[in-house]
């Protein structure tokens, strides 16, 4: 139990979890797990064996509510949540915490393929890459599009990894927009 700062996601949520799972495997710190309705016992046990001091908490607000965010700032001092009230706009402020190393193609999943984002958040993860949701038969929410330009404008030949069709053979994963952006 060295690290003191500790990475929170949504115990419902696989996307939560996805997106965590990238943010804290950049800053080597541990992901725990959060409800709707509070903190498990297991994740305050370890909060207080660690005497956790800083908090990231990846989730929307529909997923973890304000009433467990006052509840984990009783037991660590600091708690940031990025910004986002979809898993898309969530996604993209996570990804600019990860902070990518340079020429580190983005990861794109579609959001309700559970599959392709526990896929795309493991590679992501693994190779220092940024994870980015988006929305089923969407064209590049604003936000997507943003945080695609945003995560995208060092590289020059390098393409985006989408993980779609060709992939994992699961069809129409990623919006035609979203490929156009790539």
Known sequence: VSSTGVVLAAAASPQSIALACTLAA?????????????????????????????????ATPGEVPASVVTALKAVVRTVIRPAGTTR??????????????????????????IVSVTLAAATAASSGRVLLLEPTGSDA????ADGLRH??????????AVLDAPTIGISALVGDRVQELL
């Not at 898309?88 to 393929?113: K, Q, W």
Request: net charge negative; hydrophobic share 50%; proline share 7%.
């Open 26 to 58: 950049r800053k080597h710190w541990p992901l725990l797990l959060v409800t709707a309705t509070g903190i498990p016992a297991a994740t305050r046990a370890d909060l207080v064996a660690r005497k956790a001091t800083a908090a990231y908490l990846v």
């Open 88 to 113: 898309s706009e969530m996604s993209v402020a996570v990804a600019r915490l990860v902070a990518p190393a340079a020429g580190a193609a983005p990861m794109v999943a579609n959001e309700d393929d």
């Open 141 to 144: 929410p604003a936000v997507t």
């Open 151 to 160: 995560r995208t404008s060092h590289l020059e030949d390098e393409a985006v």
